[in-house]
């Protein structure tokens, strides 16, 4: 630009510098052009001058710096060409609205290059004015903040993310679970904080040496972080330990969590690869929750730690929860400890319980389901000793057992002509396993030779709030088991949210419904509207209905009536060892009537 076009530029912005040279009132003189140029072009801020319609009239060195476009390019054309995309409309609504209010605006905006790489500034606007009051120009004077910016993103890095694992270090896992409590607070949800320990770390770092205990510690988070849901966090608190926030977490407890915490203990006991021999780790968990177990940050970490603390003293690899109090605790252990005795003794047993047609009242399939004949207490109905394996080891090792012994059994009846299905109950944490399918397809090899069992023989039910812990996984899980021919039931249908966008994504092919809204369906409107409900949803996506807990004849022919497909309940047959079914089979006088 020629230095007088300039001179002219600043004499429209302050009319006063019009004024001649010899007027003595006038101090301090005007700039000589070039010096007034100079100063223009020599500031490390960038400058842009545009007209009262926020056209571009002059522009300085810097800026054409800073923003990459040449003088020339930007000529008659408005600020709106630098724009990055990053604010709406209600920003730059409300800078112009203060601009015209004040005649300035102040802050920060990320504007593009002309080689489209964003550049952060820190920009001022000035409105300019004639002695009149007559709006003339608009200056903006801004700077570049990028590499501030980068800066402090580095910093921010690092006062809150692990340089070693990338994970939300303690800081940061303070601060969104301090976000977690809030939200809680405001809409009465719950959240669960897990401390999660590798067992044994110390040993296998100092065995393995420093560099692959590093890079075992970063497969390790990364297992961890793959088997979480995507709202939940999974932190390095420091060392060999974790922290996992969790929202949505049911009563908080360990067993409302033990799916995902099923996942988090099965992963890590896959062997790591790290080039040399196979390394397997195992990890301890303690559990606590807001409101239950603290009202802060600080409170649920001590009283995880605790919990933690207690999962690795009664011999690690599992998960406590900070409600489990000693006594609880010991008792548990006790009954764990007669548990495994009894399934190295062989005092478990399956008992069967039959599933008929609601019309013909034939005989279609039973219901596995586990006893155990206690030494001392007895025949043990399921509810006497299952909620102590819950979120245990033993929890998988148990339903192997119970699909192992019911393929079995249904490969004898098969040999024998009876064309019945068998019913086994699996619990979250082996719905919850990586590989379902092959883990039921190795249990059915060990049961009985492959070409002898019909997998079409063979449903599993779920509990229908397990299915909904992760739908995602509960699908495929389910998918890849129907590939083999294997059925799934969902379990207590009716008593978690029951609705179509999830059905449509399971694809079950019965509906068990629960015995709650069946027992109460003859005096109560609401359990029988609730039933025929079931029935309709289920006909809707030709699904098969099961109704449990038949008590009577009357409850049978309700049920008939409204469409239900088969019947179970103490009502038809009460659970029975497989000689005394085979009886009942064979003596239809003996059996429903």
Same mark, same amino acid.
């Given at each position: 630009?020629?230095?007088?076009?300039?001179?002219?530029?600043?004499?429209?912005?302050?009319?006063?510098?019009?004024?001649?040279?010899?007027? !003595?009132?006038?101090?301090?003189?005007?700039?000589?052009?070039?010096?007034?140029?100079?100063?223009?072009?020599?500031?490390?801020?960038?400058?842009?001058?545009?007209?009262?319609?926020?056209?571009? @009239?002059?522009?300085?060195?810097?800026?054409?710096?800073?923003?990459?476009?040449?003088?020339?390019?930007?000529?008659?054309?408005?600020?709106?060409?630098?724009?990055?995309?990053?604010?709406?409309?209600?920003?730059?609504?409300?800078?112009?609205?203060?601009?015209?209010?004040?005649?300035?605006?102040?802050?920060?905006?990320?504007?593009?290059?002309?080689?489209?790489?964003?550049?952060?500034?820190?920009?001022?606007?000035?409105?300019?004015?004639?002695?009149? $009051?007559?709006?003339?120009?608009?200056?903006?004077?801004?700077?570049?903040?990028?590499?501030?910016?980068?800066?402090?993103?580095?910093?921010?890095?690092?006062?809150?993310?692990?340089?070693?694992?990338?994970?939300?270090? +303690?800081?940061?896992?303070?601060?969104?679970?301090?976000?977690?409590?809030?939200?809680?607070?405001?809409?009465?949800?719950?959240?669960?904080?897990?401390? @999660? !320990?590798?067992?044994?770390?110390?040993?296998?770092?100092? +065995? &393995?040496?420093?560099?692959?205990?590093?890079?075992?510690?970063?497969?390790?988070?990364?297992?961890?972080?793959?088997?979480?849901?995507?709202?939940?966090?999974?932190? =390095?608190?420091? $060392?060999?330990?974790?922290?996992?926030?969790?929202?949505?977490?049911?009563?908080?407890?360990?067993?409302?969590?033990?799916?995902?915490?099923?996942?988090?203990?099965?992963?890590?006991?896959?062997?790591?690869?790290?080039?040399?021999?196979?390394?397997?780790?195992?990890?301890?968990?303690?559990?606590?929750?807001?409101?239950?177990?603290?009202?802060?940050?600080?409170?649920?970490?001590?009283?995880?730690?605790?919990?933690?603390?207690?999962?690795?003293?009664?011999?690690?690899?599992?998960?406590?929860?900070?409600?489990?109090?000693?006594?609880?605790?010991?008792?548990?252990?006790?009954?764990?400890?007669?548990?495994?005795?009894?399934?190295?003794?062989?005092?478990?047993?399956?008992?069967?319980?039959?599933?008929?047609?609601?019309?013909?009242?034939?005989?279609?399939?039973?219901?596995?389901?586990?006893?155990?004949?206690?030494?001392?207490? %007895?025949?043990?109905?399921?509810?006497?000793?299952?909620?102590?394996?819950?979120?245990?080891?033993?929890?998988?090792?148990?339903?192997?057992?119970?699909? =192992?012994?019911?393929?079995?059994?249904?490969? =004898?009846?098969?040999?024998?002509?009876?064309?019945?299905?068998?019913?086994?109950?699996?619990?979250?944490?082996?719905?919850?396993?990586?590989?379902?399918? %092959?883990?039921?397809?190795?249990?059915?090899?060990?049961?009985?030779?492959?070409?002898?069992?019909?997998?079409?023989? &063979?449903?599993?039910?779920?509990?229908?709030?397990?299915?909904?812990?992760?739908?995602?996984?509960?699908?495929?899980?389910?998918?890849?088991?129907?590939?083999?021919?294997?059925?799934?039931?969902?379990?207590?249908?009716?008593?978690?949210?029951?609705?179509?966008?999830?059905?449509? =994504?399971?694809?079950?092919?019965?509906?068990?419904?629960?015995?709650?809204?069946?027992?109460?369906?003859?005096?109560?409107?609401?359990?029988?509207?609730?039933?025929?409900?079931?029935?309709?949803?289920?006909?809707?996506?030709?699904?098969?209905?099961?109704?449990?807990? @038949?008590?009577?004849?009357?409850?049978?022919?309700?049920?008939?009536?409204? $469409?239900?497909?088969?019947?179970? $309940?103490? %009502? &038809?047959?009460?659970?029975?060892?497989?000689?005394?079914?085979?009886?009942?089979?064979?003596?239809?006088?003996?059996?429903?009537?």
């Amino acid at each position: 630009m020629h230095p007088s076009t300039f001179q002219n530029t600043l004499s429209r912005l302050d009319p006063a510098r019009s004024a001649s040279p010899a007027n !003595d009132a006038l101090w301090p003189p005007p700039l000589p052009d070039g010096v007034a140029r100079h100063v223009f072009d020599a500031t490390s801020d960038g400058v842009l001058v545009t007209d009262a319609h926020a056209r571009i @009239v002059e522009v300085n060195a810097a800026f054409e710096a800073i923003t990459g476009y040449a003088r020339a390019q930007v000529l008659g054309q408005t600020p709106a060409l630098l724009s990055s995309g990053r604010h709406g409309v209600a920003f730059y609504r409300e800078l112009w609205t203060q601009l015209r209010d004040e005649g300035t605006w102040e802050g920060e905006l990320w504007n593009r290059r002309a080689d489209g790489r964003l550049v952060a500034e820190r920009l001022r606007i000035s409105a300019v004015h004639a002695p009149g $009051g007559e709006l003339t120009h608009y200056v903006g004077v801004f700077s570049d903040l990028t590499a501030h910016k980068r800066q402090q993103a580095r910093l921010e890095r690092l006062t809150h993310y692990d340089a070693l694992t990338g994970l939300p270090n +303690r800081v940061l896992a303070l601060e969104r679970l301090g976000r977690l409590i809030a939200d809680a607070e405001r809409h009465g949800r719950q959240v669960a904080v897990c401390c @999660v !320990d590798l067992d044994h770390f110390g040993a296998v770092n100092e +065995r &393995i040496g420093a560099a692959r205990g590093d890079a075992l510690l970063t497969a390790a988070a990364r297992r961890i972080r793959e088997v979480l849901r995507v709202a939940d966090t999974v932190a =390095r608190s420091g $060392g060999d330990e974790f922290v996992l926030l969790l929202g949505g977490a049911g009563d908080g407890s360990a067993t409302a969590v033990q799916p995902v915490l099923d996942r988090v203990l099965h992963a890590l006991s896959q062997p790591f690869a790290l080039g040399g021999e196979p390394l397997a780790l195992s990890a301890s968990i303690g559990v606590a929750t807001y409101p239950a177990h603290g009202a802060t940050p600080e409170q649920l970490l001590r009283a995880a730690d605790q919990a933690l603390y207690r999962a690795k003293s009664l011999g690690r690899n599992r998960a406590c929860s900070a409600g489990d109090g000693p006594g609880h605790t010991l008792a548990q252990e006790t009954l764990l400890e007669e548990l495994r005795a009894a399934l190295a003794t062989g005092q478990l047993s399956l008992h069967y319980q039959p599933k008929v047609c609601a019309r013909t009242r034939r005989c279609l399939g039973v219901e596995a389901l586990v006893r155990w004949q206690h030494p001392r207490r %007895g025949l043990l109905a399921p509810g006497m000793f299952l909620p102590a394996v819950v979120g245990t080891p033993l929890e998988l090792v148990l339903d192997r057992w119970v699909l =192992r012994e019911a393929v079995a059994q249904l490969v =004898r009846w098969r040999a024998a002509g009876r064309g019945l299905h068998v019913a086994v109950n699996l619990s979250p944490a082996t719905l919850a396993l990586p590989d379902l399918a %092959g883990t039921v397809a190795a249990v059915v090899e060990e049961a009985a030779p492959r070409q002898l069992v019909p997998l079409e023989g &063979i449903e599993l039910e779920v509990l229908e709030t397990a299915a909904l812990e992760d739908l995602e996984a509960a699908s495929h899980a389910i998918e890849a088991c129907a590939r083999q021919g294997i059925s799934f039931a969902l379990d207590d249908f009716g008593t978690g949210y029951s609705s179509l966008s999830y059905l449509q =994504r399971l694809p079950v092919s019965t509906l068990k419904i629960d015995r709650s809204f069946v027992s109460h369906m003859l005096e109560s409107r609401g359990d029988l509207h609730i039933v025929r409900a079931v029935i309709g949803l289920a006909e809707a996506f030709g699904v098969t209905t099961v109704a449990e807990g @038949v008590e009577t004849e009357a409850h049978a022919r309700l049920l008939a009536e409204l $469409g239900c497909h088969q019947l179970q $309940g103490y %009502g &038809i047959a009460r659970p029975m060892p497989a000689p005394a079914l085979e009886a009942w089979l064979d003596a239809p006088e003996a059996g429903p009537g």
